[in-house]
């Protein structure tokens, strides 16, 4: 790979992480991007911890080929269930100049500065939750937290549908946001841990108390981002930099170019590629 050529690669199960990538683009825009979502095996967040990792690594090794030297996982399930196995005893064998990020140590490292009593809330796909990533991300950094996690499975569906902003999003989003206030009345930040979330932010906004701050993930992992390349030049280097944007799905690329427009607000094309 030359010298300043090779894009960022952002993956996603599906379309959530185009929210992860749209506020990346927003704070690195002239940076060149490669995003691919593995539409046709989505939803990860049912999945087991062994198919959710062959999954993923098959989609970072296709980054890889595409000429990634650097991989951002924008999918919570992703970087609950595969992120670490992926960095600690795939990359040293199979790309040890290559680097694969996750979203959940950044938002988790802003918790310090967000709450202020330590009750921390977080809605998540059922695999996200049960991994307890967030718990015990959580626990190293801030051990005199309190995490309570809630599995939201009706929600990717309301947005992947675009119910998102209709009626009959307001009962299922409700009913998790009184199950996880019934859980730790005491919560003063909520975390949304799944990139489809911010879609139904204002309906969450709406039935929570105004009190409690709520947490998106865009901005948080496209800052760290941005740090990130400041502290490791050596990846900063070898990225190319010239604003274009590749999109590739596993599934139709009419139907991820339709849906995928809606979540950037842009028009876009996009690719089928096979993993």
């Known amino acids: 790979m030359n010298r ?11 379309y959530g992480g185009l929210t992860i990538l749209k506020e990346i683009m927003r704070e690195l825009p002239h940076y060149d991007y490669v995003y691919l979502g593995d539409n046709a095996r989505a939803p990860y967040g049912s999945r087991s911890f062994d198919i959710v990792y062959e999954f993923t690594l098959q ?23 595969a992120l670490r196995t992926i960095q600690q005893h795939d990359l040293p064998v199979i ?21 202020k009593n330590g009750r921390i809330g977080i809605f998540g796909t059922p695999g996200t939750i049960l991994s307890r990533s967030y718990e015990m991300e959580t626990a190293k950094l801030f051990p005199n937290f309190t995490t309570t996690g809630i599995g939201c499975p009706m929600w990717v569906p309301l947005v992947e ?10 009962y299922f989003v409700k009913q998790e946001i009184d199950r996880l206030l019934s859980a730790d009345p005491e919560i003063d930040t909520i975390v949304l ?17 105004e009190n409690i701050k709520i947490i998106c993930q ?8 941005h740090d990130y390349l400041v ?14 944007r590749r999109f590739l799905t596993t599934e139709n690329p009419e139907k991820f170019a339709d849906m995928a427009s809606l979540f950037l607000g842009e028009k876009i094309t996009a690719t089928r590629v096979e993993l």
């Open 193 to 209: 841990a799944c990139t489809h979330y911010p879609h139904l932010y204002k309906k969450i906004r709406q039935y929570t108390p």
């Open 231 to 244: 502290r490791h030049p050596e990846i900063e280097q070898e990225c190319g930099k010239n604003g274009t």
């Open 4 to 14: 300043g050529t090779a894009p960022i690669g952002v993956f996603d199960s599906g």
């Open 59 to 81: 989609a970072v090794k296709y980054l890889f080929s595409q000429g990634c030297r650097l991989v951002i996982l924008a999918c919570n399930t992703a970087s609950a269930k």
């Open 95 to 115: 790309a040890p100049d290559h680097r694969v990020l996750g979203v959940i140590r950044p938002t988790v490292e802003q918790l310090g500065s967000i709450s």
């Open 161 to 170: 549908n675009n119910e998102s902003d209709r009626p009959g999003a307001d």
């Open 218 to 225: 865009g901005e948080i992992v496209a800052e760290s981002l």
